[in-house]
């Protein structure tokens, strides 16, 4: 089993940018696919990209694609969500995620507590 822990949220203008970061316990990180999730408030969670166990292949939700980067570093078991241009619409809470499997929906087996981000027009 895998623990996670975001942070990196925080208050931002609209256009500025954040890095969200997902560190992860123990020392089978790359045998997990990892993903980010948001859910804005009265809405349901969504997803917002994922990435495979060694990050040759990444994915992103349309609403995100060009603005938002995935990344992972396996030897520090952290991954990363690089976040511009952002937009009021981004304010949400932001939860890392990580599974066992790929290409099967995004990775969403263990979840980590959330950050907030709030982009302020």
């Known amino acids: 089993q895998v623990q996670l822990v975001e942070s990196g949220g925080g208050l931002v203008q609209a256009g500025g940018s954040l890095r969200l970061s997902c560190a992860a316990s123990?020392?089978?990180?790359?045998?997990?696919?990892m993903a980010w999730f948001r859910q804005a408030p009265g809405k349901e969670r969504e997803f917002v990209a994922a990435?495979?166990?060694?990050?040759?292949?990444?994915y992103y939700a349309d609403s995100v694609k060009g603005r938002f980067t995935i990344s992972r570093d396996n030897t520090k078991n952290t991954m990363y969500l690089q976040m511009n241009s952002l937009k009021p619409e981004d304010t949400a809470v932001y939860y890392c995620?990580?599974?066992?499997?790929w290409g099967v929906g995004p990775p969403a087996d263990y979840w980590g507590q959330g950050t907030q981000v709030t982009v302020s027009s």
């Open positions: 995620a990580a599974g066992r499997t």
């Open positions: 123990g020392r089978t990180f790359s045998s997990y696919a």
């Open positions: 990435i495979s166990f060694a990050g040759g292949r990444r």
